[in-house]
């Protein structure tokens, strides 16, 4: 499903106009009555009084159509505005005249005081016009004191193109927002309805087709997508009768330390479970044994250690013999953050990342590239990829993990023009980008997951697909979608609390042969 943000908005809605010729009135008529139907299609038994609540811009207008449509249809539709009646320009003005013309109520509210009055009668369902999605400033004064009573209401709620509140570029909350129960969206959903924290404030999202001129999207060009099956099915190439395992891939994990013999089990076992011809996996000598009592389909290398981690200056010579066949590189669960691992992940920049051989980072690999800098993987010969969770992430951009969470999508967006690799921010709906400026959300997943050794999982996940020759975005893409869409089983067996990452690598064969049918 393609993504906008505030800008494409704008220019959707300029393109179709000036280019195209579709009157600016004509699709705010449509978005308005599209909210009316969605309101009475979605809850038929709160709409004997609606209210409008609606700011003094274009959506303030959509919202006063919505409310002429209700009225129209025989339902009660009465309007609170945010300001005066002479505040209002264009489309809006004309809106708000036609509402009153067919019998509208309207309360005209431009202060707080007025405000209280306007709104101390509940009503049985709201139609959230207070902003759109140009809202790049904190909400304050008059609508927030409006968002908060309009959610104390505790009834249905329809935003008009996206919750009052909610910054459409990023799902972040600008200081308060409406809890919708339904988000109208027009032409196309925007990434704040499917980024948290402003997902949960958007509801059921309906995305309606207004009438934009069909050409103008192709001339925007929008890169954003929020990730679901149909966008990924034709990434799993189906295996001839004719196969063996030198066909799908050997990937070279280099993972663990003391007491972390799980994150090399695990990373190897999702490899090997979506699809690895073979893996091999290169771990401090010390716990090899663990390692290869495991998994016996596992091939194992035991390294040179110092105090139970890879000796950084003996290990690279031992690596470098592994490498022949190997063409993709899982670096990093487990391997703690010193200065050996740090030399390790030097020499793997300059000279184990080769353009035939893909290299993942994850977890302690991460830490130990923030230590060092993340603008050195730009030394790197070969495609690179980054799986930080939030925490991660913040160490490598040298932020808080407030200000990563706050705005995922510019995180990653920045890491990943920063580092010239492709980045994942984990999380729920997790982030994807490019540094050629795609970005992707991921739509699948639970809180189940909230468990030890899921990014681990995750990173044999995509690894494998890196094995299998797919563009590291692509590899990112079908992991992350793969990955959440095996627990998404697991938890409609067993329950959302209790599941283990075992279980979801255990689930991955089975997940695969439902994405292909």
Request: with cysteine.
């Amino acid at each position: 499903m393609i993504l906008l943000n505030a800008t494409q908005s704008r220019e959707l809605d300029r393109i179709s106009q000036d280019k195209y010729g579709i009157p600016s009135y004509s699709l705010m008529t449509r978005a308005g009555e599209a909210v009316a139907d969605a309101l009475v299609d979605r809850f038929p038994d709160a709409i004997t009084d609606v209210l409008v609540v609606a700011g003094k811009g274009n959506n303030g207008g959509d919202g006063f159509v919505a409310g002429r449509r209700l009225i129209q249809d025989g339902f009660a539709a009465r309007a609170v505005l945010l300001g005066r009646a002479t505040d209002l320009k264009g489309d809006a003005a004309r809106a708000h005249a036609e509402f009153r013309a067919c019998g509208g109520k309207v309360l005209e509210a431009a202060g707080e005081p007025a405000l209280e009055t306007a709104l101390s009668k509940k009503p049985g369902a709201v139609i959230d016009a207070i902003f759109g999605t140009g809202l790049n400033a904190q909400v304050k004064d008059a609508p927030r004191r409006a968002i908060e009573i309009v959610n104390s209401f505790a009834v249905p709620t329809i935003a008009v193109d996206i919750a009052s509140g909610v910054n459409s570029d990023t799902g972040a909350v600008m200081g308060a927002a409406i809890r919708a129960s339904m988000s109208v969206t027009f032409g196309f959903a925007k990434f704040g309805h499917v980024s948290y924290p402003g997902a949960g404030q958007c509801g059921e999202l309906r995305v309606v087709d207004i009438g934009f001129a069909p050409h103008a999207i192709d001339e925007i060009a929008p890169r954003g997508r929020f990730l679901e099956r149909a966008d990924l099915q034709y990434l799993i190439r189906p295996r001839p009768q004719n196969s063996h395992k030198g066909m799908y891939g050997h990937p070279l994990v280099i993972a663990g330390g003391r007491g972390k013999s799980g994150a090399v089990l695990l990373a190897s076992r999702a490899a090997l479970r979506t699809g690895a011809g073979l893996v091999t996996a290169a771990m401090p000598e010390s716990i090899q044994p663990i390692v290869a009592a495991g998994q016996a389909e596992l091939m194992t290398e035991p390294i040179a250690d110092r105090d139970g981690h890879f000796d950084g200056a003996h290990a690279p010579d031992a690596l470098k013999m592994l490498l022949d066949g190997k063409n993709a590189l899982i670096v990093g669960p487990g391997i703690g953050v010193t200065d050996d691992t740090k030399r390790l992940i030097e020499w793997l920049i300059s000279d184990a990342c080769e353009r035939d051989r893909p290299m993942l980072i994850d977890a302690d690999g991460l830490n130990a590239l923030a230590a060092i800098g993340c603008e050195s993987l730009r030394r790197a010969r070969g495609a690179t990829v980054l799986t930080p969770h939030p925490g991660e992430a913040s160490r490598l951009l040298g932020v808080t993990t407030t200000a990563i969470n706050a705005d995922r999508v510019t995180a990653a967006r920045t890491l990943a023009e920063r580092t010239g690799a492709c980045v994942l921010i984990k999380g729920s709906r997790s982030v994807i980008a490019s540094p050629d400026g795609d970005v992707y959300v991921n739509s699948t997943g639970n809180p189940g997951m909230s468990t030890p050794g899921m990014g681990d999982a995750l990173s044999g996940i995509v690894g494998a697909m890196l094995g299998q020759h797919l563009r590291p975005l692509d590899a990112l893409a079908l992991g992350v979608f793969l990955h959440g869409y095996a627990a998404d089983r697991v938890a409609a067996r067993m329950g959302r609390v209790g599941y283990i990452a075992g279980d979801l690598i255990d689930e991955l064969p089975m997940a695969l042969e439902a994405l292909t049918s």
